[in-house]
């Protein structure tokens, strides 16, 4: 794949979807094959670091909950030196880079040096889980916004959101890196007023060979996320059109949880 896609010296922040190959877009493709570096997250699938050429150098840079390889500051040096040296730069992030991606950060690390950046957009995990599990996250009667957070806090530190916002009851509620925070989840919405019955979709290692959807209650989400692995990367999506293809009676893809209850 030529070059020309990506001048010397320029950086690229490229979205690589929620880890399915067949879910970059081509232009990411095209991107990876011209990149001289490609430095990736931890929640890049494997099947999308296949597609790097040999010829392009990597570095790993981590960044998944609890276990950070490298810190923020030393990721944007890293990327600034590489531009700097007039290498072709691409920063492949899991999903979307401007969905919890800190791609602000970056883009302004590199401002500051003049680098051109451009920015690849991916599919988000919540997009994915949703068409994985055969529904919409927003639904005309049922769910008429979409919230999107991250429950990633500091150690022993409570989660700062707004809880009152967030329990709204026509709207879908995605909750990134939710797994550890699913109690802390449950207790606040349903105290800020979200019915203890609202459906809930828990997506783990959403689009790869070993996806799971897990289904059931709001107030079952502290149980049903213990039969989720620690490292495995975990969305949380809350709301009435996460219960929407069992009442249409719709044939679903194979899943877990048939709605429990914690009762």
């Known amino acids: 794949m030529p070059h020309e896609i990506i001048a010397p010296g320029t950086v690229w922040l490229v979205g690589a ?82 969905v919890f991606g800190r791609s602000a950060e970056e883009i302004a690390a590199c401002g ?5 950046v451009h920015v690849c957009p ?20 049922l769910a008429r916004s979409l919230t999107l957070v991250t429950a990633h806090a500091r150690a022993g530190e409570p989660l700062d959101l707004d809880w009152a916002a967030l329990a709204r009851p026509d709207a879908t509620l995605a909750v990134y890196m939710g797994r550890a925070a699913a109690g802390e989840v449950t207790r606040e919405l349903i105290r800020a007023g979200l019915a203890p019955e609202t459906p809930v979709m828990i997506a783990v290692n959403v689009s790869l060979p070993d996806e799971r959807l897990i289904r059931g209650r709001l107030d079952a989400l502290s149980f049903l996320v213990r039969a989720v692995g620690a490292n495995d990367p975990t969305l949380l999506l809350i709301g ?4 929407a293809a069992e009442m249409r009676g719709v044939a679903e893809p194979a899943t877990e949880g048939a709605f429990a209850s914690a009762g």
């Open 17 to 98: 979807g929620p880890g399915d190959p067949d879910l970059l877009t081509r232009k990411a493709e095209r991107l990876i094959a011209a990149a001289d570096i490609v430095f990736y997250d931890a929640l890049v699938g494997p099947g999308v670091l296949d597609l790097i050429p040999d010829s392009v150098e990597r570095v790993g840079v981590g960044k998944r909950s609890g276990r950070h390889s490298k810190d923020q500051g030393t990721i944007d040096d890293l990327i600034v030196a590489a531009a700097l040296a007039g290498k072709r730069v691409v920063r492949l992030k899991g999903g979307d880079p401007s």
């Open 112 to 116: 500051v040096h003049g680098i051109p």
């Open 122 to 141: 991916g599919i988000t995990a919540a997009s994915a889980a949703a068409a994985s599990g055969a529904l919409s996250l927003t639904l005309r009667g």
């Open 240 to 243: 009435a059109a996460m219960g």
